[in-house]
């Protein structure tokens, strides 16, 4: 039967277009950062989650026998936001000691609460999300940058040396003993010498970046130091 009351209306198709376009919104930004989940991944959770909230709120009437038969509709949702971490883990990636995926993950658990609140029938408070998610993607960043002026210091480091040594480990202590965090590691073999290692190191710290250069250049096995990334010109994303 066709209704409102069935939960088969035009408030339920405009709950679920609602979360198709806002979830959209969100998908467009990953999708033009070229993340690994994009448009079509965002829409798609941020539909399904809507669905999934219509279905535990209207999906029973049949079968509900008032004082024997009772249906509890938020277990549908607390459902919606253990199967979606899942998904936000698979976006996840460690290389070493750097982590990709954190901000696709939590657009993705972003998108599936929108959805659900479209599904809800509170779109106010997911138009309200959806506008504090590119408050945070866009308006965070300089203003981190802006706060921790003078204070922190990103550079890059490009490293040269003989593999078969374990030097990377060697390398990678000192960068941690001269104060500096390594927020990102990269390695490739020379094009010339097979047996020596192109290491790029970007670091955060304190100090000058160029104060490590010479701590690195005094390693056994290491045949050059210089700063900057010899990877920069390779970057796509």
Excluded: N
Excluded at 74 to 93: K, N, Q, T
Aim: glycine share 12%.
């Amino acid at each position: 039967m066709i209704g409102e009351a069935t939960g088969q209306g035009w408030p339920q198709l405009l709950e679920l277009l609602a979360a198709l376009v806002l979830c959209s919104v969100i998908g467009l930004e990953r999708e033009l950062r070229r993340k690994s989940a994009g448009m079509r991944t965002h829409a798609l959770v941020g539909v399904g989650a809507a669905l999934f909230v219509l279905v535990s709120k209207y999906g029973f009437g049949d079968v509900l026998v008032p004082g024997r038969v009772e249906v509890d509709p938020s277990r549908v949702a607390a459902s919606i936001v253990s199967g979606v971490g899942f998904l936000g883990a698979g976006l996840i990636f460690v290389q070493r000691v750097h982590v990709r995926g954190l901000t696709t993950a939590a657009a993705i658990w972003i998108s599936a609460a929108v959805g659900m609140a479209c599904g809800a029938g509170l779109p106010v408070p997911a138009t309200a999300v959806t506008v504090f998610y590119f408050v945070i993607v866009y308006g965070y960043p300089p203003l981190l940058r802006r706060t921790f002026t003078g204070r922190l210091r990103d550079g890059s480091v490009t490293v040269h040396y003989a593999d078969g040594h374990g030097l990377l480990r060697t390398i990678l202590a000192s960068a941690t003993e001269a104060g500096f965090a390594v927020t990102h590691v990269r390695t490739d073999r020379d094009a010339v010498d097979g047996t020596i290692v192109r290491l790029a190191l970007r670091l955060r710290g304190r100090t000058e970046i160029g104060s490590l250069i010479p701590r690195l250049s005094q390693i056994d096995g290491v045949q050059e130091a210089t700063l900057g990334d010899a990877f920069e010109d390779d970057e796509t994303d």
